[in-house]
């Protein structure tokens, strides 16, 4: 199977939906000729032309205030933030229409939109272009959120949510953008809130996702060398969230860590321990274990900003931990 990277094989995903399906399009700021700050429309201009390649000005709500229309009106718009920080200046848009409206309307309108943009901590790129923000909405009714981890998740998920009848926010980690993962030739759609278990094993149950999962598969090679087994799964999307094969790991486990680049307060390993001590309780032989980056703004400087985030070595050492419980 031929490798491609993550910004590649979206990209092929993109196109492939724009040439199958007319009423797409894409709007955002340096998405036409210049095909986006990360490559993430590069030559669907020419291809497409201006009318479905739109560039904006820096007006966050207003485009998205456009699309929203457009959607109602039975397009298909991408929104293209480039950083996903920026999604914030919309949030009355998304929170009080996009969401909503195919609950007020009854379901006689659909909302057919997708937003995308870089998220996370890499490069050096500050407190402002560094969020995730995730749980956000994984909280509010109405949106699917696709965290995808591998340039084959990349691929299937985005084309699965460009055919989506709701909202969806497609969530693109820096930090994977220019790896390499083999992604089939042939066409392929992955569902939503379908997890996939990334590495299989008995004695722990590691849920990883975006940028951790590279970090954790890492850490369990080296935890391994002793002789543990870990299990390693990867939940794709966010909302909705496969608790079921997280839940048939733990009952074959009994341990469960959670790493996750993001905030702990409030955020989806809280979610996840509470429906572990909701629903799995006895399967427990340990605590569920959490590990988060810190509970601050994102620092400029690289050293700070490596402190900041969970690595192979920190992962390592909590599974060790889990492990010795």
Do not use: W
């Amino acid at each position: 199977m031929r490798e491609i990277t993550f910004t590649v094989a979206a990209r092929e995903a993109l196109a492939e939906e724009m040439a199958r399906d007319p009423s797409i399009f894409v709007v955002g700021e340096g998405i036409g000729k210049r095909g986006g700050n990360f490559n993430t429309t590069l030559g669907l201009y020419d291809q497409f032309g201006p009318m479905r390649l739109c560039d904006t000005p820096i007006s966050e709500r207003g485009f998205v205030g456009m699309c929203t229309g457009a959607a109602m009106t039975g397009a298909r718009p991408v929104v293209d933030f480039m950083f996903f920080d920026f999604i914030l200046d919309s949030l009355g848009e998304m929170i009080n229409q996009v969401a909503k409206m195919q609950y007020m309307s009854s379901g006689r309108l659909t909302m057919p939109i997708l937003f995308r943009g870089c998220i996370g901590v890499s490069g050096s790129s500050a407190t402002h272009h560094s969020g995730n923000y995730y749980p956000i909405f994984m909280h509010l009714p109405g949106f699917r959120v696709v965290l995808p981890s591998t340039p084959y998740d990349a691929k299937g998920l985005l084309k699965t949510a460009l055919r989506c009848n709701d909202p969806v926010l497609f969530l693109e980690h820096k930090a994977l953008l220019n790896h390499k993962g083999p992604v089939p030739e042939e066409e392929y759609f992955i569902p939503f809130g379908q997890a996939s278990i990334v590495h299989q094993g008995t004695q722990a149950t590691v849920v990883a996702f975006g940028s951790m999962l590279r970090k954790t598969l890492e850490a369990v090679a080296a935890v391994e060398k002793d002789d543990f087994s870990i299990e390693v799964i990867d939940p794709r999307t966010l909302a909705p969230l496969d608790m079921e094969t997280i839940l048939e790991s733990l009952h074959k486990t009994g341990r469960l860590l959670v790493v996750d680049e993001t905030f702990a307060p409030c955020g989806v390993g809280a979610e996840i321990a509470a429906q572990v001590m909701e629903h799995s309780f006895d399967d427990l032989d340990a605590p569920v274990k959490r590990l988060n980056g810190l509970h601050t703004p994102t620092p400029y400087s690289p050293p700070l900003e490596a402190a900041v985030v969970p690595n192979a070595a920190g992962i390592e050492a909590a599974i060790r931990d889990l492990l010795a419980e």
